[in-house]
């Protein structure tokens, strides 16, 4: 698939593998009215009131404060949106049933254990398809809260949707497919984080 090289603005800048620039937009935090130094009322915005400055709130997909669990972000080159894409944590422990899929697979390493994660990615361009399977293996990694980063692990997956099968997808068309990554046996939350934002499993 052609890849279209454009500038980024991201809060914070990521080199992809495959010199693909993109963005993924983050909303902005609403304005908490509390905080404009008035008491607001039916028929609008009354006397001032004194009030003690309200400190700005950490960055929207920060690891200190990553969006929500199922957001769809949206990824762009500079001249259009190129896909969306959701992910959904399905198994925080995973061992067994990789171990049950195919004998073949490796256990994990010590200290380590499986995690299954589903994807679903929709094509929003016309003229450049996404390739699902290219863009997780390039872009997408897991985090702990601490900041620590896993890539994907190499596996016969249990389920009939391993993302390496898809296809790639025009827009409208959307593949919903399962990556697995080896964590740390202790860690119980994790994030999905690509072009500098993360966002909650």
């Given amino acids: 698939m052609k890849k279209t090289a454009a500038a980024i603005v991201l809060a914070l800048t990521f080199a992809l593998a495959a010199c693909m620039p993109l963005s993924l937009a983050v909303p902005e935090e609403e304005t908490d009215s509390s905080a404009l130094g008035c008491e607001a009322s039916k028929w609008g915005c009354d006397d001032p ?87 997780s293996r390039a872009n997408f990694v897991i985090a702990t809260p601490d900041g620590r980063v896993f890539p994907r692990a190499v596996a016969v997956l249990p389920g009939n949707n391993d993302l390496d099968d898809s296809p790639e997808l025009y827009k409208g068309q959307s593949y919903t497919g399962r990556e697995a990554y080896l964590v740390p046996a202790d860690s119980t939350s994790w994030l999905v984080t690509t072009l500098g934002s993360y966002i909650l499993l």
């Fill in 49 to 135: 009131v004194e009030s003690s400055p309200t400190p700005a709130a950490p960055e929207r997909g920060t690891l200190d404060n990553p969006l929500p669990q199922g957001y769809v972000a949206t990824i762009s080159s500079d001249s259009e949106d190129l896909y969306s894409f959701s992910a959904k944590l399905v198994s925080g422990d995973a061992d067994k049933a990789i171990k049950k899929k195919n004998q073949f697979n490796d256990p994990p390493p010590a200290g380590m254990k499986y995690i299954l994660v589903d994807y679903t990615f929709t094509g929003l361009s016309d003229a450049e398809p996404v390739d699902p399977a290219y863009e």
